[in-house]
């Protein structure tokens, strides 16, 4: 199956019970049994519900991966991969990261004795010198959030497989229409899927896909056991999104281009972050590794201004100032003082989230629209 009938079919059969053919919301908590364990497949809704298991068949589908799992946030999803380490283990981390993965590295699992090191990975090779006997995970985002670096999955992979280490790719910027990190040798591959595999700004969820079957049962093992799943109502939400999840990225990649290029052009603009121009610094690989380059455009301000960059924000119409992205909406944010006010200011500027960058979700409106808006705005 390809990917454009994968979003709309794949790991997706009509309802048992009356043949529906959209998933059933099965609002339930728990499944009538015959006999005491004699049940059909189905006991309690933290463990296993229906339209929560037709969703992981999607996402595993989606991934090129055999098995999937569905959360109640991104951040739940990572929290489960985490939870394979033991105190005294060693994460290596890209350093250029979403924001509440920091916190939840830096202020949760730090005081359970886990260390971590933020490494910039763009060039790959810099990597190996932070492995340890005690190294476990490598935790990888591409492109990052908000800078748009791009990093090299397979030459990542390549470290990960020599040191026996598992690898570990937040696919949310990219999303599977772009991205499959499972093929290029990653063992997990992670989704906010509140940003564009539900796409609609309506429900928060996280997602992970594996293929390794020993890999998956420690996770489903977690996922009951820890309990952070979503409700069947979300499960629905998701799965309905993600029919249209290849329509919506094209037109997505579309006006991020014509965005990232307007910008490129304009006088009072001094770097755009898009990993679709010629001169971004991994252009090669990001053109190497993704379909197209997405919906996701960074900028900044000549003469570095915090006001200006504030005014800019506020002076948006059709781009909503909000937290979050891979809506059909535009959305523009001010990261450092929204998504990653949570990093210390030393941390955040070094990896050029500075005080005038904006951070763009692109929508899928009529791009001229979207354009005249932020020609209004930056004035
Ligand atoms: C939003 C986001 C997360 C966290 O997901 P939630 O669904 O908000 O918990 C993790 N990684 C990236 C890249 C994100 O954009």
Same mark, same amino acid.
């Given at each position: 199956?390809?990917?454009?009938?994968?979003?709309?079919?794949?790991?997706?059969?009509?309802?048992?019970?009356?043949?529906?053919?959209?998933?059933?919301?099965?609002?339930?908590?728990?499944?009538?049994?015959?006999?005491?364990?004699?049940?059909?497949?189905?006991?309690?809704?933290?463990?296993?519900?229906?339209?929560?298991?037709?969703?992981?068949?999607?996402?595993?589908?989606?991934?090129?991966?055999?098995?999937?799992?569905?959360?109640?946030?991104?951040?739940?999803?990572?929290?489960?991969?985490?939870?394979?380490?033991?105190?005294?283990?060693?994460?290596?981390?890209?350093?250029?990261?979403?924001?509440?993965?920091?916190?939840?590295?830096?202020?949760?699992?730090?005081?359970?004795?886990?260390?971590?090191?933020?490494?910039?990975?763009?060039?790959?090779?810099?990597?190996?010198?932070?492995?340890?006997?005690?190294?476990?995970?490598?935790?990888?985002?591409?492109?990052?959030?908000?800078?748009?670096?791009?990093?090299?999955?397979?030459?990542?992979?390549?470290?990960?497989?020599?040191?026996?280490?598992?690898?570990?790719?937040?696919?949310?910027?990219?999303?599977?229409?772009?991205?499959?990190?499972?093929?290029?040798?990653?063992?997990?591959?992670?989704?906010?899927?509140?940003?564009?595999?539900?796409?609609?700004?309506?429900?928060?969820?996280?997602? &992970?896909?594996?293929?390794?079957?020993?890999?998956? $049962? /420690?996770?489903?093992? %977690?996922?009951?056991?820890?309990? @952070? *799943?979503?409700?069947?109502?979300?499960?629905?939400?998701?799965?309905?999104?993600?029919?249209?999840?290849?329509?919506?990225?094209?037109?997505?990649?579309?006006?991020?281009?014509?965005?990232?290029?307007?910008?490129?052009?304009?006088?009072?603009?001094?770097?755009?972050?898009?990993?679709?121009?010629?001169?971004?610094?991994?252009?090669?690989?990001?053109?190497?590794?993704?379909?197209?380059?997405?919906?996701?455009?960074?900028?900044?301000?000549?003469?570095?201004?915090?006001?200006?960059?504030?005014?800019?924000?506020?002076?948006?119409?059709?781009?909503?100032?909000?937290?979050?992205?891979?809506?059909?909406?535009?959305?523009?944010?001010?990261?450092?003082?929204?998504?990653?006010?949570?990093?210390?200011?030393?941390?955040?500027?070094?990896?050029?989230?500075?005080?005038? &960058?904006?951070?763009?979700?692109?929508?899928?409106? $009529? /791009?001229?629209?979207? %354009?005249?808006?932020?020609?209004? @705005? *930056?004035?």
């Amino acid at each position: 199956m390809k990917f454009n009938t994968k979003t709309i079919h794949g790991g997706q059969e009509p309802d048992v019970a009356h043949g529906s053919v959209m998933p059933p919301i099965y609002q339930t908590t728990t499944y009538a049994q015959s006999t005491p364990g004699g049940h059909k497949g189905y006991e309690y809704s933290r463990t296993h519900n229906p339209t929560r298991h037709a969703l992981e068949q999607s996402f595993a589908s989606l991934e090129s991966g055999n098995y999937g799992l569905a959360f109640g946030s991104g951040l739940a999803a990572i929290d489960a991969v985490l939870k394979l380490m033991k105190p005294g283990d060693e994460v290596i981390s890209t350093n250029d990261l979403y924001g509440g993965t920091y916190r939840l590295f830096t202020k949760i699992y730090e005081d359970f004795g886990i260390k971590f090191h933020f490494v910039g990975m763009h060039n790959a090779d810099k990597i190996e010198s932070y492995i340890t006997s005690k190294t476990k995970l490598i935790w990888v985002e591409t492109p990052t959030n908000p800078m748009m670096n791009i990093i090299d999955i397979k030459a990542i992979t390549k470290i990960s497989k020599k040191h026996n280490l598992l690898l570990a790719v937040d696919n949310t910027f990219a999303t599977p229409y772009l991205q499959q990190p499972l093929d290029l040798g990653a063992d997990i591959v992670m989704h906010s899927a509140t940003k564009y595999l539900g796409g609609h700004s309506d429900v928060v969820m996280g997602a &992970l896909v594996v293929r390794d079957k020993e890999l998956a $049962d /420690k996770l489903y093992f %977690i996922q009951n056991a820890s309990g @952070a *799943i979503c409700g069947p109502q979300d499960a629905f939400l998701v799965l309905r999104g993600i029919k249209t999840l290849h329509v919506r990225m094209q037109r997505h990649c579309e006006n991020g281009r014509a965005v990232a290029e307007f910008l490129d052009n304009h006088p009072k603009i001094e770097n755009v972050y898009w990993p679709g121009f010629k001169n971004h610094p991994n252009h090669d690989i990001a053109k190497s590794q993704m379909k197209d380059f997405g919906g996701m455009v960074s900028f900044r301000t000549k003469g570095n201004n915090y006001e200006e960059a504030i005014k800019i924000v506020e002076n948006l119409n059709i781009f909503t100032l909000a937290e979050s992205l891979g809506g059909v909406e535009s959305l523009a944010g001010h990261p450092a003082s929204m998504t990653h006010a949570s990093i210390p200011k030393d941390e955040r500027e070094k990896t050029g989230v500075v005080d005038s &960058l904006i951070r763009l979700s692109v929508g899928i409106e $009529d /791009k001229e629209d979207l %354009i005249a808006d932020l020609k209004q @705005a *930056i004035g």
